[in-house]
């Protein structure tokens, strides 16, 4: 594995992590906008090559964001959270994913 595909993978499990990822916080319910831009910037820095195949783990943590995202959006309106951001940049991020993975 290069060091670069390591460097992705870590960056992505940091985000899915409690307390401090935002996809660990967005789990709670809390939309945090400059922890959202940061998990933007990472998601954004992966530029996978079309030649290459995708390593199982990248995918593992990638395809299910989007998902995710949409499931939390209830909880963050719980918590007084904004829902219009949020729902902005779960389309954004469904984005994203789509250029890293592809799709059908």
């Known amino acids: 594995m290069n060091e670069t595909l390591q ?3 870590r960056s992505l499990e940091a985000e899915w992590s409690k307390p ?3 996809l660990g916080k967005a789990r709670e319910g809390v939309f945090d906008h ?3 831009a940061d998990f933007v910037t990472v998601l954004k820095s992966i530029k996978v ?6 390593d199982r783990r990248l995918v ?3 395809w299910y964001i989007p998902i995710f995202l949409r ?4 909880r963050v309106a719980e918590k007084g959270g904004d829902t219009v951001a949020f729902d902005h940049l779960a389309n954004q991020v469904q984005g994203i994913v789509e250029a890293i993975l592809g799709i059908p």
Not at 49 to 54: H, K, L, S
């Open 7 to 9: 460097a992705w993978i």
């Open 20 to 22: 401090e990822g935002f």
């Open 34 to 36: 400059r922890k959202a």
């Open 49 to 54: 090559p079309v030649e290459n195949t995708i």
């Open 60 to 62: 593992a943590l990638l």
């Open 71 to 74: 499931w939390q959006k209830e």
